[in-house]
């Protein structure tokens, strides 16, 4: 069965530091793109950071960059997401998702609270 | 960098047909994916590359894109397909791998 399962959110003061993580089952990782999408409490899909198979192509959202960081480990069928100097507004359920055509696969989400 | 602009909601009764739109600079352009969010769900995917369907989606949604309007279209709507509908386009703009979604449509069936 293809799967992501996202993990390592949590409760967090302003300007701390967490570490997402993906783990993705039932498919060849290393051949796909890999990407994070968050979504705020009752609000929409925001696109945060994708990283392309090899890790040679990176991209960011302007909210976030400079302050989050995507990677991932192919040996480990793994993608991760460090977050540094959290903000209030980047409280939200932050989901993985695998590029093929589209997203054709999303995990189940993980919620980061951003709060004192 | 680019927008993508859908109606907050839309609604339709059982049987009909319901059209969503997505609204962008030369759209038609580019290769639109549409989702389908239910309540405490994660998003699916339901047409990609304008109008193609993954495995699994019912031949019910479609989709279309033309000039600066993407649309998907659901005949025969059901109870079930009450969600929220977001579109999609990789942004060529960026030299880096960007995304772009809708802000998202409610579906409403009444």
């Known amino acids: 069965e293809v799967q992501l399962v996202e993990s390592g959110g949590g409760l967090v003061q302003p300007g701390r530091s967490l570490r997402l993580s993906c783990a993705a089952s039932g498919f060849t990782f290393d051949d796909y793109a890999m990407h994070w999408v968050r979504q705020a409490p009752g609000k929409g899909l925001e696109w945060v950071s994708g990283?392309?198979?090899?890790?040679?192509?990176?991209g960011y959202a302007d909210s976030v960059k400079g302050r989050f960081t995507i990677s991932r480990d192919n040996a480990k069928n793994s993608l991760y997401l460090q977050m540094n100097s959290l903000r209030a507004e980047d409280t939200a359920l932050y989901y993985c998702a695998k590029k093929d055509n589209a997203f054709d696969i999303w995990g189940q989400g993980t919620m980061v609270t951003v709060s004192s | 960098s680019y927008v993508l602009t859908q109606p907050p909601s839309v609604s339709v009764a059982p049987g009909q047909t319901a059209r969503i739109t997505c609204g962008g600079n030369?759209?038609?352009?580019?290769?639109v994916h549409w989702y389908q969010q239910k309540p405490g769900q994660a998003p699916v995917l339901v047409v990609y590359d304008d109008s193609d369907r993954p495995s699994g989606i019912p031949e019910r949604f479609s989709g279309s894109n033309s000039g600066n309007t993407a649309t998907l279209t659901i005949s025969r709507v059901e109870a079930g397909d009450e969600a929220d509908y977001y579109c999609q386009v990789w942004d060529s703009s960026s030299d880096r791998l960007g995304v772009v979604f809708g802000g998202g449509t409610k579906l409403t069936v009444l």
């Open positions: 030369n759209i038609g352009s580019k290769s």
């Open positions: 990283i392309s198979w090899n890790s040679g192509s990176i």
